[in-house]
Nanobody, 128 residues
Framework: QVQVVQSGGGLVQAGESLTLSCIVS????????MAWFRQAPGKEREAVAC????????AYSDSVKGRATISRDKAKKTLYLQMDSLKPEDTAMFYC?????????????????????WGQGTQVTVSS
């Protein structure tokens, strides 16, 4: 059974950094595209960052490009999202996804091709 368990998140001040983690079990970690999404109350789900299988390619939304880094640790079967220079508008519920849907991250397409598996979500709140 595939399990996707998130950790990290919390309350931070504007300008600070935060790293989210997502531990994946039940599948061969590097065979799958993985991504981070977020959704703020009353707003549409936003694709934030995507990592293709084996971590060959990455894609970022315009809103976080230059401030966010998606990475993988194969040995730990963990997906990370490091966010720097956080802004109040980054406040949202963040979700990691295995086999994410095909969507655009800025000008780049990423995802699609199989069953989707989602983490439970973790809240990121950035205060001014």
């Amino acid at each position: 059974q595939v399990q996707v368990v998130q950790s990290g998140g919390g309350l931070v001040q504007a300008g600070e950094s935060l790293t989210l983690s997502c531990i994946v079990s039940g599948l061969t970690f590097d065979d799958y595209t993985m991504a981070w999404f977020r959704q703020a109350p009353g707003k549409e789900r936003e694709a934030v960052a995507c990592s293709t299988n084996h971590g060959i390619g990455t894609a970022y939304s315009d809103s976080v490009k230059g401030r966010a880094t998606i990475s993988r640790d194969k040995a730990k079967k963990t997906l990370y999202l490091q966010m720097d220079s956080l802004k109040p508008e980054d406040t949202a519920m963040f979700y990691c996804a295995v086999n994410p849907p095909l969507v655009q991250y800025g000008r780049d397409w990423c995802g699609g091709g199989g069953n989707e598996y989602w983490g439970q979500g973790t809240q990121v709140t950035v205060s001014s």
